[in-house]
């Protein structure tokens, strides 16, 4: 079982729920040293070295391996899976962070949790959500099921 720092999209537990099919156990934690950006034309966030920042998001605790990987093909090639130290209230834990490896140029300004709720929450939980499953359903069948 791991850990897992979440900061957009992944905040919210329905997201994570209609992805996996499980609700973790969470608490609030913090990573430091990283920066969440909006991602130019998209509506979701990454982060990306930044000393002295700090980024606030919630550990998603007990992951499975086979919801790890489902995280995994949700967050794509534009992010790389690092393991990172998050401070949850006065404590310190290693947890797996999807950091950016795209194009800094693509990284502009602060992306806005609020924002998100009120105008792609909906689209990602009744179309974007369901989309990955199925292609990530049809990515496992290949891969166990070559030709």
Not at 57 to 65: A, H, I, P, R
Not at 119 to 139: C, D, G, N
């Amino acid at each position: 079982m791991q850990q897992v720092f979440v900061y957009g999209s992944l905040l919210f537990s329905e997201v994570v729920y209609a992805l996996t099919g499980t609700s973790f156990p969470t608490q609030e934690g913090i990573l430091h040293n990283f920066r969440r950006f909006a991602v130019c034309g998209a509506d979701y966030p990454a982060v990306f070295p930044r000393t002295g920042s700090k980024v606030k998001g919630k550990l998603l605790q007990n992951v499975d391996s086979r919801s790890l990987e489902i995280l995994k093909f949700y967050e794509g090639d534009e992010y790389e899976c690092i393991s990172a130290t998050i401070h949850v209230k006065n404590k310190r834990t290693e947890a797996l962070v999807f950091v950016w490896k795209g194009d800094a140029k693509l990284l502009n300004g602060n992306w806005d949790e609020k924002q998100f709720r009120e105008t792609s929450l909906e689209t990602y939980i009744q179309k974007i959500v369901p989309e990955t499953r199925l292609a990530f359903e049809a990515w496992q069948a290949r891969a166990f099921n070559p030709r």
